[in-house]
């Protein structure tokens, strides 16, 4: 074996990439002491490793409490990325920098897969109005998922887009538009009634009993145009976290089951999910932070219209 740069050969000639880290050093070392009976001073002189760091052994991991945390989190929430687990990082008093969290969320292999959306044109967006108070306005919305003998099941998912809370997930194998109704007005009787509610046109949304309901109750139903799933981008957003990181992640086996497992997921993500338009704070946080520094309930933050 003879020197080929900063490299070293196989025994079949082929030269290896140089070798940067002192841990691949130290075993390319041993590999060509094992294999071709040199020395350790002539295979540090092949390998250029001083043979001090030949011997020295590999440092103790300082970062191992972390990492370990690390992969304990990204295990349990399958969907945050590293800003996000970084959050709850911080949280628990383990990390302060962001870019330590970075570096070993990539060396321990975490990063999440992401499908590339289509580049599209862009068009002129009519600019939306941040909510200033709880419940000053709500977006509805539909999804569909499947139980594990094939049987459709279908979730009303409601969001308050002041807070990014999630007020109610309702479950059942049909929702026509009395039992949107009657989730609005079971809401109502616990104290939460929208000013304004924001949908598509579909018809559970569209018919008369929600029509009445809203007039007899003061509220204002908004309707997004036809075919333009953007005018409600926020539930939207809603829903693809929902969907992504609850019902993905679970195969149901009743109506009943499916049920227990999404307000779980509700009660986690509105109490314990930090998010990004919040300034890293929960729903339930936020909410608190500013009916405490103003109680009239106008927010004193101006946050990102984003379901971050």
């Known amino acids: 074996c003879g020197r080929t740069g900063s490299g070293y050969c196989r025994p079949e000639g082929r030269a290896l990439k140089k070798l940067l880290k002192p841990a691949a050093q130290r075993e390319a070392v041993r590999y060509i002491q094992a294999q071709h009976g040199l020395s350790e001073r002539r295979a540090c002189r092949v390998i250029q490793l001083n043979r001090c760091s030949a011997r020295r052994p590999p440092p103790e991991d300082s970062d191992l409490l972390l990492r370990t945390r690390l992969r304990e989190l990204a295990e349990e929430r399958r969907r945050f990325g590293s800003p996000r687990l970084h ?140 075919g333009k799933p953007t005018d409600n981008g926020h539930i939207e957003s809603f829903n693809g976290k929902f969907r992504d990181a609850c019902l993905n992640q679970h195969v149901f086996l009743s109506v009943h089951d499916a049920r227990q497992a999404v307000e779980a997921w509700r009660q986690d993500y509105n109490q314990r999910r930090p998010h990004s338009s919040l300034g890293w704070l929960t729903p339930e946080e936020f909410c608190r932070q500013n009916r405490t520094h103003n109680p009239t309930g106008t927010a004193n933050l101006q946050v990102g219209y984003a379901m971050g």
Not at 93 to 117: A, D, F
Not at 178 to 205: A, H, M, N, T, W
Request: aromatic share 4%; with cysteine.
């Open 87 to 226: 959050e709850l990082l911080r949280r628990e008093g383990l990390v302060q920098n962001h870019k330590r969290t970075e570096r070993i969320y990539q060396e321990e292999g975490l990063s999440l897969r992401t499908r590339k959306r289509a580049k599209r044109p862009s068009h002129t967006r009519v600019e939306q109005v941040c909510p200033t108070s709880p419940d000053e306005l709500w977006a509805m919305d539909f999804v569909s998922d499947a139980l594990m003998d094939g049987r459709r099941i279908r979730i009303l998912t409601i969001a308050d887009l002041w807070d990014r809370s999630s007020p109610a997930l309702e479950v059942d194998m049909s929702l026509p538009g009395l039992r949107v109704v009657r989730v609005l007005e079971r809401l109502r009787l616990r104290g939460r009634k929208p000013q304004r509610i924001k949908v598509d046109s579909g018809p559970e949304f569209s018919g008369k009993a929600l029509d009445a309901w809203a007039v007899a109750h003061g509220v204002a139903i908004e309707f997004t145009r036809p």
